[in-house]
């Protein structure tokens, strides 16, 4: 392979910090001045807007970044399926964004139908959704510099353009922009080396394969999307807010470490194709031990201190995220590994029937269990919660039980190392106890936490020569001695 995949790592993990970054600033920002009622409004209808999206995308990006992974190497190849499948981005976004505006003209007034019209917007920025060909390509250079720049275009018209609690139409505005202007700067890029070429339009060929990834996508909206789209309904918009906040923290928080998940997609569906089956278990275990050296001390590094990280992001009046974040924290592990099956084990080695299938009992099992709590008037942000993450930890199961017995992959969950990172992580929390028990002030907690935690987990992988942890180091080393 001509990209280097620790260089692809480095972009992407760049890009993801950014990603991070920026919504530090933002997303505090914009919760402290919106009104409450309002932001609820907000993300009522983006819940249920995001379901029409999915719709619309219909299954191009991942198939896209698969198939492009495949024939990389062959421009013709290339060039054809790029057309192919950008006719039917257009065909499918013009049609679900006419069913959309008709759902919302019937269902809604006021704010929650100018919103609907406004988020528009994103469907014909959807279109140019072709980031799939830069990323089969492993083209994470420029995918950086390009979303650093419109990231940073984004963080100053927030802090320049809103003003008031009542300004959430132009908060609106500004997201679906740019959405828009991420999407078709990555079209413009690309249309440079992929021509079109319109002499092979076969739309039936795809039509089948991406229905079935659209089936596969539409069930991962029965897990958070129906969630937040239940909590609209049956309770209120605020508590979608209070389910989204939490949700969207750990969210943007392990974007740097699921970088490593989407950079290997290509990577591995490679291997599955052309290398040997001991070369592809071996970069598997590596990329997802690898992930769990970050995700897991992360989430429990927010678990720990939940009251102070809600405090921070949110302030006080939206302190009944508190426990709904606690519960996301070990929600986001699961999804992790979840993900692990999904996107680098069962999707590469083409078991998107078997995905869809298992996706559908889950899905339909965390739906029952929604309609229980609301029958039962217990129904909020951190029951929904509960409920999903037992459906993603039947996903887990279920597929572990598939791979294991029939693609006789070995993934290996509970290794050694695996094990040290979850115990070493656990002790975060009676870290915590101790110093909020001795109190020396708020933020002064905080960084002791945080100090503590980090010289425990660090000290003692390198006590025990941890694999992971050396890589970094020796990395930082090289690094230094170049700028030496």
Do not use: W
């Not at 069930?219 to 918009?237: A, P, T």
């Not at 906040?245 to 052309?274: E, F, K």
Request: charged fraction near 15%; aromatic fraction near 14%.
């Amino acid at each position: 392979m001509k990209k280097s995949l620790f260089k692809n790592t480095i972009y992407k993990s760049i890009l993801s910090f950014v990603n991070i970054v920026v919504p530090l600033f933002v997303g505090p920002f914009v919760v402290r001045l919106l009104d409450v009622e309002l932001y609820g409004t907000y993300n009522a209808v983006f819940a249920e807007f995001q379901v029409f999206l999915t719709f619309g995308s219909f299954g191009l990006y991942t198939f896209g970044i698969r198939e492009i992974s495949k024939i990389r190497d062959n421009k013709e190849k290339v060039s054809k399926l790029f057309t192919n499948l950008f006719v039917i981005s257009i065909l499918s976004n013009v049609i679900v964004c006419a069913i959309y505006l008709i759902y919302a003209f019937f269902t809604s007034s006021g704010l929650a139908l100018l919103l609907y019209i406004i988020m528009t917007i994103q469907f014909v920025g959807n279109i140019f959704y072709i980031e799939f060909v830069n990323e089969a390509v492993e083209n994470y250079k420029f995918i950086t510099i390009k979303s650093v720049i419109i990231k940073i275009l984004y963080l100053i018209s927030i802090f320049l353009l809103l003003r008031k609690p009542t300004d959430v139409p132009l908060y609106a505005i500004i997201v679906s922009l740019v959405n828009f202007a991420n999407n078709f700067v990555s079209f413009i890029y690309a249309k440079k080396y992929i021509k079109f070429d319109f002499s092979e339009i076969k739309l039936k060929k795809y039509i089948i394969p991406l229905a079935t990834i659209l089936i596969i996508s539409d069930i991962g909206l029965l897990y958070s999307q129906l969630d937040k789209i239940m909590l609209g309904k049956f309770v209120n918009g605020v508590a979608v807010s209070y389910y989204y906040i939490p949700y969207y923290i750990m969210g943007t928080l392990v974007s740097i470490p699921y970088s490593i998940i989407n950079i290997s997609i290509p990577r591995l569906s490679y291997q599955v194709a052309n290398d040997s089956k001991e070369n592809y278990e071996y970069s598997l275990n590596k990329i997802f031990s690898s992930l769990l050296f970050v995700i897991i001390p992360m989430c429990f590094g927010v678990l720990a201190l939940a009251n102070e990280v809600i405090f921070i992001y949110a302030g006080e009046k939206y302190s009944a995220c508190v426990l709904p974040l606690v519960i996301a924290c070990i929600m986001r592990i699961i999804i992790s590994c979840e993900s692990v099956y999904t996107n680098l084990v069962m999707y590469p080695n083409n078991q998107e029937k078997r995905i869809l299938k298992i996706s559908l009992i889950c899905g339909v099992i965390n739906l029952v269990l929604n309609s229980l709590l609301v029958l039962l008037k217990v129904f909020n942000p951190s029951t929904a919660m509960i409920t999903t993450t037992i459906a993603e930890l039947l996903i887990i199961i279920f597929q572990n039980r598939y791979v294991r017995n029939k693609l006789k992959i070995k993934l290996h969950i509970f290794s050694k190392q695996n094990v040290l990172y979850l115990f070493l992580s656990l002790l975060f929390i009676p870290i915590t106890i101790l110093v909020k028990f001795i109190n020396l002030g708020f933020y002064l907690n905080i960084l002791i936490i945080i100090t503590i935690s980090m010289l425990l987990y660090g000290g003692v992988l390198i006590l025990v020569k941890d694999e992971n942890i050396y890589i970094i180091i020796n990395k930082f080393l090289g690094i230094l001695k170049k700028n030496r």
